[in-house]
């Protein structure tokens, strides 16, 4: 098969997809990865090929702005989603993504385009090219009120190419697969049919400094502290370290790419900062992880049976905390409460109850009878086989 794969460029709408474009690739078929030029770096050692079609997310983040005239950091975090998606990923998004994809996929033909659940040019290009759509899910489900706003944003770009009116953003309009376990997740789409996924990453080497600097601190449980690569917010990183710190816990803090961990000043041997350690390769060793909510962390490390505390600061992880929270996987701390009082109590009463890991194993279960990478391939080539015959 010829498939297209196309995404958001950020890392969290990246990595999900590349177990079964592996696989797909491991198995002789033919794959170009569409996506912005940070991301494209990302993939560089990759052996497919790779197409730059969109500018950074940052000049996204910066093209709303100017329309809105600032960002909607005051808006409270159940409409935040509502403002966000319609806007960034349907008015801004698909526009910046469109042309250049579009222009490959009527030159090469793919029989499949995998896009991410946020990049709504994904089906739009399909449809217009006679392709499969295959949706990867990057976050939870939005709820069908939310897809009905995308829907309004993203309609023009389908009509401008000729095309009928999509429903739902056209996201649907193929196969739907999510890691996210049903018991999280819950579809409320009545007609469609979500195929949920069991965790596929493999583990990766431990740092090569990780052991030694364990051997020194007297086996104290290892907290993984992070916010993920984007948001990096200071306050919130220096209430991690300062919290954290404070205990007897061995403690790795990772700023992010943009982040400075010298910015966090001296701290005490028990806490080690890094700008990014690849998660995979830290889960293994952990006793719990205290993040920002963001879906590849929680995922990541209810399928390790860690328990969690989570600190929201954007996009989907208000959701997830208030998900996570209400399943007994962790404590949400949101963001009027955040302190390094706060996030020290929480961590220690996820640590303390035997319920929250008992939880995460049972979750993880859960997420272990999903399909595997070449289970979910099967069911793409025998749908590409029937719209095609």
């Not at 390769?281 to 963001?294: K, W």
């Given at each position: ?210 052991p030694e600097w364990r051997s020194t601190l007297g086996g104290r449980p290892l907290v993984y502290a992070t916010l993920g690569t ?13 919290g954290l710190g404070a205990e007897e816990f061995a403690v790795l803090l990772t700023t992010g790419f943009t982040g400075d961990p ?36 929680t995922l990541a490390a209810v399928a390790h049976g860690l328990p969690q505390v989570l600190v929201p600061q954007g996009a989907d ?73």
């Open positions: 098969m010829r498939v297209l794969v196309t995404t958001v460029p950020g890392t969290g709408h990246v990595d999900p997809l590349l177990p079964i474009v592996h696989r797909l690739h491991e198995q002789g078929d033919e794959i170009t990865w569409a996506t912005g030029p940070d991301q494209c770096k990302q993939l560089g050692s990759e052996p497919f090929e790779k197409l730059q079609v969109c500018p950074p997310l940052p000049q996204w983040m910066q093209q709303l702005a100017s329309r809105t005239r600032g960002r909607p950091f005051d808006l409270p975090a159940t409409r935040l989603p509502y403002w966000a998606a319609p806007r960034l990923f349907g008015e801004v998004g698909l526009p910046f993504m469109l042309d250049g994809l579009l222009a490959h996929a009527r030159e090469r033909k793919p029989d499949v385009v995998l896009f991410d659940s946020r990049c709504y040019v994904g089906p739009l290009v399909a449809r217009a090219v006679g392709a499969l759509p295959v949706q990867q899910a990057v976050t939870t489900l939005l709820p069908p009120d939310l897809e009905l706003l995308v829907n309004d944003a993203v309609t023009p770009a389908w009509r401008e190419q000729g095309l009928d009116s999509p429903t739902n953003g056209g996201v649907f309009d193929g196969l739907t697969f999510s890691a996210f376990p049903a018991s999280l997740d819950a579809c409320g789409f009545p007609d469609v049919v979500v195929h949920r996924l069991a965790p596929a990453h493999a583990a990766l080497p431990s740092p090569p400094w990780l984007v948001f990096g917010t200071p306050k919130v990183l220096a209430a991690f370290a300062e010298a910015a966090l000043g001296t701290l005490p041997p028990h806490v080690r900062a890094e700008k990014f350690v690849p998660q995979n390769a830290v889960l293994a060793h952990c006793a719990a992880v205290v993040s920002h909510g963001g879906s590849g962390t992880q208000f959701i997830n905390a208030e998900r996570f929270q209400a399943a007994g996987l962790g404590r949400a701390v949101f963001p009027a409460a955040v302190s390094p009082e706060s996030v020290r109590a929480a961590c220690r009463e996820v640590l303390a109850s035997a319920s929250y890991r008992e939880r995460a194993r049972t979750v993880s279960d859960e997420m272990r009878s999903g399909l595997t990478p070449d289970e979910a391939i099967a069911l793409v080539r025998k749908a590409a086989s029937e719209r095609r015959n």
